[in-house]
């Protein structure tokens, strides 16, 4: 059963007796040009006796003077582009393009978090003898502490990149952001008590040492 190769146009060759039904251009550069108005640009790489004996752009698509016979529309003109896409055809169009872009989007957030949880992961590896730095104020005495090495490598976790500083994507709530966010809050939680118990060893130290 022929149909009509313009995306998203329903035409059938069966149930539209009036309407003429017509080859794609021979010439390559005009086939390229109707294929783009007509979105089917993947039938490019068909082969041309297969495009030529399978593939028709149904009448409805022309304008009337792209008829050598407006009366009969069953003869095009040499330079005849398809041109007329129904509302139906346009609206599916430009659904499909959001919805691509959507794709797109998503596809571009996922590979933000796999960048961030790389980081997190490496940061985590990482020799604690890697210089830390630390952007926010919370932080900026443990550096004083360098010598205990455990404590340096789990600070890294959140504070080694200053990406790893609640990057503006964390804000999207999507729950896996959300579970990310909130280990890397806790994480955070983790070094102001080790910040504490630090203090307080440095304190217990002071003494001793003024003893
Ligand atoms: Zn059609």
New binding site residues.
Partial sequence: MTT?A?KF?N?KMSLTKNISYFRFPSDPLRCKQCMEKCQTEHLLKTDATILYKNYR??G??FEDKMFLNPNSRNRLTMNAVPTIFSAGILMKREMEKKSEEEKEKKLEEEKQMREFEAQVAMASCSSPSHSLTYNDNVYTNVSDVSGSSSISSKLQVSTSDSSCQTPLYLTNKTPRKLKLYNELQSKNKEIKDMKKQINAITQQLANVNTV
Avoid: T
């Fill in positions: 009509c313009v146009c035409s752009v149904c409805f698509h």
